[in-house]
């Protein structure tokens, strides 16, 4: 009898607890690329190699071409009722992590290579823990901000933006003349600090 | 003896019923035809951006770079497979960016093309 209340309470821990795993990939990792033999590349012998671009942008002496890949890994475990039909209490654990490749070409008006940057990371993108009573309102883990579309699909779409957002069109990505900025940079601060959190996403 | 086998049955009943899977895309941009072929007809030095428009439409982005323009096509694509069981969840987000990419000089005539479609639909 001891043993058959065992058994059931094993059951009902493994019932209330949850695992949920959640992966992104975004783009495909880039190919070899040597940035000390990069300058004076031409813009053929670059598309030639990498292939488009994910970003492009005018600059004073030319222009921007950047490529990025992304592993977004996510990982939450919680330990609540809900699967009993009374969820008034839950114990929330969360873990994020990235990887990924960035690479820059910087090309003067007759399409050479004058500066490169590559970079490959491996990062820790925040955890968290919490106890919160009748719902769970706050996720102790988020990865919304890494995880948009690319800016090309709002191309023109600031003539649309709210206010504080169109008088800082001077910083606009999406036009393709205002520079360019990886995933996950914040817009509270820097150049879209004065869009009062309606930077770009 | 016969109520546990009966709770016993529902609990499995009830396992059977919350497990799921899903399975989602997610389609967003310009989709054009990406394949090589689409793109034999452009030549460097001789196409102009008038021929591109004609043969793609209008582009994800129209780019001015000092020297000339660029036209960018974007298709983007993601593909989500997910196993939802009681107490394991797991979800698989895989985004696929299809995109040309077309530079021109200052008389619009095509300087250099590059096109990738890296993923199966």
């Known amino acids: ?201 | 003896m016969h109520l546990c086998s009966r709770l016993r049955g529902v609990a499995i009943l009830w396992l059977a019923l919350l497990a799921g899977c899903a399975q989602y895309t997610d389609n967003r941009g310009i989709e054009v035809t990406w394949d090589e072929a689409a793109l034999t007809d452009f030549e460097r030095g001789s196409t102009t951006r008038q021929d591109v428009l004609d043969a793609l439409g209008p582009p994800s982005q129209l780019i001015a770079t000092g020297s000339g323009t660029a036209l960018y096509y974007l298709y983007e694509r993601t593909r989500g497979d997910g196993l939802i069981l009681v107490f394991y969840n797991r979800f698989d987000r895989n985004t696929h960016y299809d995109r040309a990419i077309f530079f021109f000089d200052e008389q619009d005539v095509l300087r250099d093309f590059s096109s990738r479609s890296p993923g199966p639909e």
């Open chain 1, 1 to 201: 009898m001891i043993g058959r209340d065992r058994g059931w309470l094993l059951a009902a821990i493994l019932v209330l607890q949850a695992c949920s795993i959640n992966r992104y990939q975004l783009g495909e990792p880039l190919a070899a690329w040597e940035s000390d033999q990069a300058r004076g590349t031409s813009l053929d012998a670059a598309l030639a190699q990498l292939g488009p671009p994910l970003h492009i942008s005018a600059q004073a002496q030319g222009y921007l071409l950047a490529w990025e890949y992304w592993e977004i890994n996510e990982e939450k475990l919680g330990l609540s009722l809900r699967a009993l039909g009374a969820d008034f209490l839950s114990v929330d654990f969360g873990d994020a992590e990235t990887r990924g490749e960035f690479l820059v070409l910087s090309f003067d008006r007759e399409h050479r290579v004058v500066d490169s940057r590559f970079q490959r990371w491996r990062a820790d993108a925040g955890s968290g823990q919490g106890v919160q009573a009748l719902v769970s309102v706050i996720s102790v883990v988020d990865v919304d901000d890494l995880t948009h579309r690319l800016l090309q699909h709002r191309w023109g779409a600031f003539n649309l933006a709210p206010l504080a957002v169109g008088l800082n069109r001077q910083q606009d990505l999406s036009t393709g003349e205002n520079g360019l900025q990886r995933r996950g940079t914040p817009t509270r601060a820097g150049q879209h600090s004065t869009q009062m959190g309606r930077g770009d996403q």
